[in-house]
């Protein structure tokens, strides 16, 4: 049994889990309020904890309620609201200020005291981050798969997914860069189906496959029009790649970008044209 301090959403998990030989237990602090540590259930219930197990081996979590200890299979959870680990803020900002190798041990700890509690997803994209800026694309693939392993690709967070496409594109693995990329768009939320759109787009350019790369840039601009995160890399990109083609819809595409977001790096880059 672990003890460690118990907010973020977990959403729903129907992921194969490996056997473990040990569980993960989470035990809420006496200070921490309990509200905020709770399992919503696919019926709609929501069970407030005081302590929380997960066993790898039945994949069910074992709660600990006021009232009683109830085992819950991870086919019956939606999502787990999981306080923030003490040590996280300080190694994100590690990570922030270039202390990767000081932050790593630390990530490595909470993703381990964390399986399947939400937080080891989010130490696993910063673990990423931290191999990838020593250019250890290796290590950093392997810290996300473990948790990629046992979840579907929109119950992870997008910036892990990104640390993972990175450190794809760093070992070369194309293959599996493009099966990552397919499945976000097929199976993540927006802003993740998106983001994939873009980094496989920038792929396709570097790979000299411009007709691909404009029909995904086209398919930002214009199917998610909402997203304006994406959508000034995505005009750019579609500029850029229907010029190549002499396309006349080159033109209407930097004049977008211009236009809707005139102090983007993309758009100044685009004007001195």
């Known amino acids: 049994m672990k003890k460690i301090p118990a907010v973020l959403s977990f959403r729903r998990v129907r992921q194969s889990v490996a056997p473990a030989a040990f569980a993960t ?21 929501v069970l407030a904890f005081q302590s929380i197990e997960w066993r790898g081996v039945s994949k069910e979590y074992r709660i600990t309620t006021a009232q009683s200890v109830l085992p819950v299979a991870l086919k019956d959870v939606d999502h787990l609201e999981v306080d923030r680990p003490a040590d996280f803020d300080k190694a994100a900002k590690m990570v922030e200020a270039g202390q990767n190798a000081a932050a790593i041990p630390i990530l490595k700890a909470i993703a381990d005291k964390y399986e399947m509690l939400v937080w080891d997803a989010q130490a696993a994209g910063l673990l990423g981050r931290a191999y990838i800026a020593q250019k250890d694309y290796s290590r950093a693939a392997d810290a996300i798969e473990t948790v990629l392993k046992r979840s579907k690709p929109d119950t992870v967070p997008l910036a892990t997914l990104r640390a993972y496409w990175e450190a794809l594109a760093g070992l070369k693995r194309n293959e599996d860069l493009r099966k990552a990329l397919d499945a976000a768009i097929g199976h993540g939320t927006r802003p993740t189906a998106a983001q994939a759109y873009l980094v496989r787009a920038g792929v396709e350019k570097a790979a000299g496959k411009t007709e691909e790369a404009a029909a995904d840039y086209l398919k930002i601009v214009l199917l998610f029009d909402n997203l304006t995160e994406v959508q000034a890399e995505a005009l750019a990109g579609a500029a850029e790649t229907l010029e190549a083609l002499q396309d006349p819809r080159a033109q209407e595409m930097r004049t977008r970008l211009i236009k809707e977001f005139p102090s983007s790096p993309f758009a100044v880059k685009q004007a001195a044209k």
């Open 25 to 45: 237990v989470l035990l809420v602090a006496a200070s921490t309020t309990c509200a905020a540590n709770r399992v919503f259930l696919v019926n709609g219930n």
